[in-house]
T-cell receptor
Framework: DVKVTQSSRYLVKRTGEKVFLECVQD?????MFWYRQDPGLGLRLIYF???????EKGDIPEGYSVSREKKERFSLILESASTNQTSMYLC??????????FGSGTRLTVV | GENVEQHPSTLSVQEGDSAVIKCTYS??????FPWYKQELGKRPQLIID?????GEKKDQRIAVTLNKTAKHFSLHITETQPEDSAVYFC????????????FGQGTRLTINP
């Protein structure tokens, strides 16, 4: 089974802090994704990457950046956290022919 | 870009009855339509998917139908059980390039015993 691991389950950060959310997959997948999940809005794509050092903006990239230095690791960065970035963040890896495998999520609270 | 609308946002059915969740999409280039189930406190998991070269797919009590002309697809759950209670998401993708999925808003399904 593909494993997608997000390093933190819960995080509390202060407004203005730089925040790093880490995601690691163990199946050598090329495509990885970061979504945020908010009630009534579903899952919205923040950024995605289809190869090492390659990244593309999703639908809501403002206030975020990403890093993909190694194939297995895709990091989401909040440059200066704000309260409207309080959300559940889900990382996913594309399994060829079988859709996404999601990580368990990071619930981020910005105070 | 693609836009996916999902209805209803909440659905409550009696155990043993059927449940239907509907989604519409906007991009005619989309050709892959998965459904994810998210139980409380857990990650979304793929339960069934359909590609645009077929109109229906079944897996035990779950089925998905696709109408390419009308650009809508539906999830059907028969003989519902308490463990079917969850949030369900539909999604669409053109299966090209990075194969990014666009998700619907989600449906909270509650099965009443």
């Amino acid at each position: 089974d593909v494993k997608v691991t997000q390093s933190s389950r819960y995080l509390v950060k202060r407004t203005g802090e730089k925040v790093f959310l880490e995601c690691v997959q163990d199946m050598d997948h090329e495509n990885m994704f970061w979504y945020r999940q908010d009630p009534g809005l579903g899952l919205r794509l923040i950024y995605f990457s289809y190869d090492v050092k390659m990244k593309e903006k999703g639908d809501i990239p403002e206030g975020y950046s990403v890093s993909r230095e190694k194939k297995e690791r895709f990091s989401l960065i909040l440059e200066s956290a704000s309260t409207n970035q309080t959300s559940m963040y889900l990382c996913a890896s594309l399994t060829a022919g079988n859709g996404y495998t999601f990580g368990s999520g990071t619930r981020l609270t910005v105070v | 870009g693609e836009n996916v609308e999902q209805h209803p946002s909440t659905l409550s059915v009696q155990e043993g009855d059927s449940a239907v969740i509907k989604c519409t999409y906007s991009d005619s280039a989309s050709n892959y339509f998965p459904w994810y189930k998210q139980e409380l406190g857990k990650r979304p998991q793929l339960i069934i998917d359909i590609r645009s070269n077929v109109g229906e797919k079944k897996d035990q009590r779950i089925a998905v139908t696709l109408n390419k002309t009308a650009k809508h697809f539906s999830l059907h759950i028969t003989e519902t059980q308490p463990e079917d209670s969850a949030v369900y998401f539909c999604a669409a993708s053109d299966q090209e390039g990075a194969q990014k999925l666009v998700f619907g808003q989600g449906t909270r399904l509650t099965i009443n015993p």
